[in-house]
């Protein structure tokens, strides 16, 4: 067991010294580095692989460390492979996605053709971020060490650092949802009390500007690019002292079409227009109802983390929630779901980013839940990211 720790610790520190070598003259995270499970020989010997990937999860650079029976550790067998650099932007084809024909056809059936063009206008393209496998373009990451100015670790006061959960590369994703108005350029970085570091005693409600746990979440962008004084440069940065970084993955988009959830405050309007009444509140109509019960099925995902589009809820319309808090905060004791002054504050939010629960993050949000993090429009084309919305919900 000591020797096989020694190789794993050995390992660690060449990929910590290749990773540091690489962020000295590349601004933005487009590689990854990683190492193969110790493997015991006939012999007696462990050994390992060490390897370097490039911004398309492919292996550029690998080498073997073997750790002889008296514990000296070696490295044998580097090489440099030489890989296709393929186009400037390749996306996994996203044979699995919905199409807007199909998503047509489905409404058609159950809603007829007037209400199902009323339902196709809410549509929202929006991309999906997968685990990226060997090939594909690397545009993110989840979990893992940010690119943070020395310093400047997002802390909750008086609770404690936030966890790092991910971030994006502007630069390769605003081409691809333009409507979404992302910066152009520089890193994108998502923070989240999840309370690893007091031991689940203080939790992030529902939050605005102007909510209580509003320091419980960040939105930071950086451009490594522009030049900044050496306080200002970003640098991968452990997490502070008490804080366990999440397992770092690499992440892939796919471009993909998503709709509202039923209750949306947009759909709401369409089902009354067309006399679509609900038997209850929080209950869809019946044809409603039998198509989300496709849609859901058809839209289902997991991991699903998403830039963009409509969010994929565990619970109600995720507007719904940051309109409630809104209203709760101003002195509501009673929330009339529907009022004019509920829909009023339910309206103009972009769905900026969802992350879901996922096993190989090591990321549990709450009972398989997924994180929201949203937007005004306005807001997001100035790049004010100190102005976004954020909740949380599990089934």
Not at 85 to 93: A, I, K, L
Not at 209 to 234: K, Y
Not at 273 to 297: F, I, M, S, T
Request: one cysteine or more.
């Amino acid at each position: 067991m000591a020797r096989r720790q020694a190789l794993l610790d050995d390992a660690s520190a060449r990929v910590q010294a290749m990773r540091d070598e690489f962020f000295r003259t590349a601004p933005l995270s487009s590689r990854s580095w990683g190492s193969s499970a110790p493997t015991l020989g006939n012999d007696g010997r462990l050994t390992l692989t060490v390897h370097e990937s490039d911004e398309y999860h492919r292996r550029v650079e690998a080498f073997t460390l073997v750790s002889e029976v008296d514990g000296t550790i070696r490295r044998i067998g580097e090489a440099t492979v030489d890989v296709d650099p393929g186009p400037d932007r390749r996306v996994r084809d996203g044979e699995s996605e919905p199409t807007y024909d199909e998503l047509a056809a489905l409404a058609e059936r159950h809603l007829g053709r007037t209400v199902a063009q009323a339902w196709l206008e809410h549509l929202a393209p929006a991309v999906r971020l997968a685990h990226a496998q060997p090939g594909d373009l690397v545009v993110g990451q989840l979990g893992g060490l940010p690119m943070l100015p020395i310093n400047s670790w997002p802390v909750w006061p008086g609770y404690g650092p936030l966890s790092h959960v991910m971030s994006l590369d502007c630069s390769k994703l605003s081409p691809m949802l333009p409507a979404l108005r992302l910066p152009e350029s520089g890193l994108l970085s998502f923070f989240y009390f999840d309370g690893q570091f007091d031991n689940h005693l203080a939790t992030v409600t529902v939050t605005d500007r102007d909510s209580e746990t509003v320091e419980g979440i960040r939105t930071l962008w950086f451009d490594p690019v522009v030049d900044a004084p050496p306080e200002l440069a970003p640098v991968v940065t452990q997490p502070p002292a008490g804080l366990q970084a999440f397992p770092a993955i690499a992440l892939t988009p796919i471009p993909t079409l998503t709709w509202p959830t039923w209750e949306h405050v947009e759909l709401r309007r369409v089902w009354a227009a067309h006399g679509l009444e609900q038997p209850r509140p929080g209950v869809p109509p019946e044809a409603v109802n039998a198509l989300y019960d496709v849609l859901d099925e058809r839209g289902y995902v997991a991991p699903n983390h998403q830039l963009g589009g409509h969010a994929f809820p565990e619970q109600s319309a995720v507007e719904m929630d940051l309109a409630a808090a809104c209203l709760r905060r101003f002195g509501a004791t009673e929330i009339g779901y529907g009022s004019p002054e509920f829909e009023e504050h339910e309206r103009g939010w972009q769905l900026l980013l969802q992350v879901d629960t996922d096993d190989d993050a090591d990321m549990m949000w709450g009972d398989v839940g997924k994180l929201y993090f949203l937007m005004r429009p306005a807001d997001l084309e100035a790049g004010n990211f100190g102005e976004v919305g954020f909740t949380w919900q599990c089934g």
